[in-house]
């Protein structure tokens, strides 16, 4: 059984994330196992950054905290098991490099129908299952 399970959750295109978070609190039934929900904020182009506030990464933060909080009021008797983060940067990079940080042992991650662009250069779940160094469970 799994002792960490990492939930990469997609706020803006999440239409499996119920699904994604009940599948990870099934493999979450052990007493001693941890779920951390992350959401990754993409920086955007530098040209776009000057147009944008000064603290736009703290209100950005806020929102997706504030956002991961509510999914994790709807998990029921799981969420006193879950933690949230924000990340800024590159979404597969993030995800795979705070999956070692935390040591985790499964990565829950949602998927989508894929188009064009996902079949030219792979997408963020594709990515994570070829890169990541423990187990990866993709939600369909």
């Known amino acids: 059984m799994p002792r960490k ?3 990469p959750i997609d706020l803006e295109h999440g ?9 990870a609190a099934d493999f979450a039934t052990a007493d001693d196992t941890e779920v951390e929900l992350l959401t990754v904020i993409q920086a955007g182009p530098v040209i776009v950054s000057q147009f ?3 603290n736009y990464e703290s209100m950005a933060s806020t929102k997706a905290e504030q956002e ?3 999914l994790v009021a709807g998990m029921g ?5 879950v933690t949230t983060t924000v990340r800024f940067g590159g979404t597969y990079q993030e995800i795979l490099a705070y999956a070692e940080k935390i040591g985790a042992d499964l ?3 949602g998927s ?3 188009n064009v662009a996902d079949y030219l250069l792979g997408s963020t779940a594709a990515r994570v299952v070829r890169h990541a160094k423990c187990s990866v469970y993709v939600v369909r």
């Open 5 to 7: 399970i990492l939930v």
């Open 77 to 81: 008797a799981a969420a006193d098991k």
């Open 15 to 23: 239409e499996r994330v119920n699904e994604v978070l009940r599948i």
């Open 68 to 70: 991961l909080d509510a």
């Open 107 to 109: 990565i829950v991650i």
């Open 112 to 114: 989508h129908k894929p």
């Open 52 to 54: 944008l506030a000064e």
